[in-house]
T-cell receptor, first 112, second 110 residues
Framework: DTAVSQTPKYLVTQMGNDKSIKCEQN?????MYWYKQDSKKFLKIMFS???????INETVPNRFSPKSPDKAHLNLHINSLELGDSAVYFC???????????FGAGTRLSVL | GQQVMQIPQYQHVQEGEDFTTYCNSS?????IQWYKQRPGGHPVFLIQ?????EVKKQKRLTFQFGEAKKNSSLHITATQTTDVGTYFC??????????FGPGTRLSVLP
């Protein structure tokens, strides 16, 4: 079983649309993250949740809204998609104390 | 905020040559981690260094944490085509924030 799974793997959509990416981890970790990786491979943290509470919220447009219904899930909803949102989005989880991060396979978002 | 730099940005080597990537932080770190991302894949944890001057080995990979806990290096001996990918360091500033370096992209020519 995949430890950190995200869906969908690929997402192609038009500018202005709203889309969601889902993430689930079965590792029992208490912290989950969303990262954005652009075409130059820079890996930037967007959000971090610990036990369903937001603990990191980097400078991200408020069109991006994370939601954590429980500590095993962290979803990312994006409103009014723009061309610059095209990237690979990675979900990750870690256990507080080790901070070793386990990444999902990524969601490749293309905004046309 | 904390900045983490990595050099070089790109490295092309012939198979069998050695490779080293360096990670430098503007602040003292509590620990540093290294990840590898294969082309088209996701970052995978390799190792964590915690102690000043620590050296750890994984087969052909040698990881080092600087004495001042502000820099680290990853050295690969006798590279193989399976070593291709982007190597990231990730720095933890005593729980204040967690930052990935920009990565070093390694190409290995057969």
């Amino acid at each position: 079983d995949t430890a950190v799974s995200q869906t969908p793997k690929y997402l192609v959509t038009q500018m202005g649309n709203d889309k969601s990416i889902k993430c689930e981890q079965n590792l029992g970790h208490d912290t989950m993250y969303w990262y954005k990786q652009d075409s130059k491979k820079f890996l930037k943290i967007m959000f971090s949740y610990n036990n369903k509470e937001l603990i990191i919220n980097e400078t991200v447009p408020n069109r991006f809204s994370p939601k954590s219904p429980d500590k095993a899930h962290l979803n990312l909803h994006i409103n009014s998609l723009e061309l610059g949102d095209s990237a690979v989005y990675f979900c990750a989880s870690s256990q507080r104390g080790t901070e070793i991060q386990y990444f999902g396979a990524g969601t490749r978002l293309s905004v046309l | 905020g904390q900045q983490v730099m990595q050099i070089p940005q790109y490295q092309h080597v012939q198979e069998g040559e050695d490779f080293t990537t360096y990670c430098n932080s503007s602040t003292t770190l509590s620990n540093i981690q290294w990840y590898k991302q294969r082309p088209g894949g996701h970052p995978v944890f390799l190792i964590q260094l915690v102690k000043s001057g620590e050296v750890k080995k994984q087969k052909r990979l040698t990881f080092q944490f600087g004495e001042a806990k502000k820099n680290s290096s990853l050295h690969i001996t006798a590279t193989q085509t399976t070593d291709v990918g982007t190597y990231f360091c990730a720095a933890d500033n005593y729980g204040q924030n967690f930052v990935f370096g920009p990565g070093t992209r390694l190409s290995v020519l057969p």
